[in-house]
């Protein structure tokens, strides 16, 4: 069974910067899609971005032109760069296949806080 790792959230100001990576334990490199995923309490996980195994990149609305989804298939990791973030923003981010179907995604990693803030 696949593992997920998400790493790099943090506490950061209204339009700051951070960079978040997703290592997978196992090859992503046959993963046709991967995903980026947030939630907040007492919210349904929404999607955020997601990047093919030859680079094409798709965003949520509500991130485009701020967020950029990349991927690097020999090191099983996913990143996502968060720019111009926004208080609405803060959420737990997890990273997935995409899209998720029960019967073949991976089990969800623990996620990666990021807090907006000032």
């Known amino acids: 069974q696949v593992q997920l790792v998400e790493s790099g959230g943090g506490l950061v100001q209204p339009g700051g910067f951070l960079r978040l990576s997703c290592v997978t334990s196992g090859s992503i490199s046959s993963i046709p899609v991967m995903g980026w995923y947030r939630q907040t309490p007492g919210k349904q996980r929404e999607y955020v971005a997601r990047i093919t195994d030859f680079g094409s990149a798709n965003y949520a609305d509500s991130v485009k032109g701020r967020f950029t989804v990349s991927r690097d298939n020999a090191k099983n990791t996913v990143y996502l760069e968060m720019s111009s973030l926004k208080f609405e923003d803060t959420a737990v981010y997890y990273c997935?296949?995409?899209?998720?179907?029960?019967?073949?995604?991976?089990?969800w990693g623990q996620g990666t806080q990021v807090t907006v803030s000032s």
């Open positions: 997935n296949k995409w899209p998720l179907i029960s019967s073949t995604m991976f089990a």
